[in-house]
């Protein structure tokens, strides 16, 4: 099963590829790094990646890394750095555009599965808890904007898909004790167990087919 990774050099992408690369299962990754010397890896699990240096932002860069993918996962988004202006707005909305693009122009009769990291309240705040709504629409509406049209773009696309709609991002360790379905509403969830979702459910299962599943505790 051979598997490209969109954003795999920090949080969710990161922990994936951890994950699949311990996971013992006949996974072969492929990620795009704008500079591969940076990457969060050790050693012994670079040497079984294959890196593509590259741009999200830049279709052919997208092109080299997805070549022969029989899935995708885009953990792209922006990075905030306190209370500064937001790095890489709008990067998921750019990467999922050149994705479809590529896989249209390329791919349209054999189509790779496309599994995008969301967020809970894109489009709908009917998984996001009453109590944190109004912070929602205050501080996510602009990379919310960017998700909600990537996963437009994704539902009408054709392409097998699996919206993964994470609630509030946390650090922690994988505790396998997330719920995750239609509309499910929680505070948080770590990373690290959108990670294991993602692998275990959505790839090694083959779960989730274009379906958009909330995640939290």
């Known amino acids: 099963m051979r598997i490209a990774v969109l954003g795999a050099s920090r949080h969710t992408g990161q922990s994936f590829v951890s994950q699949a690369l311990a996971s013992n299962t006949n996974i072969e990754l492929t990620i795009l790094a704008r500079t591969p010397a940076n990457l969060p ?55 999922i555009m050149h994705i479809l693009d590529i896989v249209k122009e390329t791919r349209a009769d054999t189509p790779p599965r496309l599994i995008m990291v969301s967020s809970t309240g894109v ?49 922690g360790d994988v505790t396998k004790t997330y719920r995750a379905g239609d509309g499910v509403r929680g505070y948080t969830v770590s990373r690290n167990d959108v990670a294991h979702f993602i692998l275990n ?4 299962e083959t779960k989730w087919v274009n379906a958009s599943p909330s995640i939290a505790y």
């Not at 459910?201 to 090694?204: F, I, Y």
Request: aromatic letters at 6%.
């Open 201 to 204: 459910e959505c790839v090694l």
């Open 41 to 95: 890896f050790p050693k012994d699990q670079l040497c079984q990646i294959t890196v593509v240096q590259g741009d999200a932002l830049n279709k052919n860069d997208v092109a080299k890394a997805i070549n022969g993918a029989d899935i995708i996962v885009c953990s792209l988004g922006a990075k905030m750095d306190g209370f500064s202006k937001p790095v890489d707005m709008g990067v998921e909305e750019a990467g």
């Open 123 to 171: 489009g709908t705040h009917n998984d996001v808890p009453w109590l944190v709504r109004p912070l929602y629409s205050l501080l996510l509406s602009a990379p919310h904007g960017h998700k909600a049209r990537a996963e437009i773009a994704i539902k009408n696309s054709g392409v097998p898909y699996t919206l993964v709609r994470p609630a509030w991002l946390t650090n």
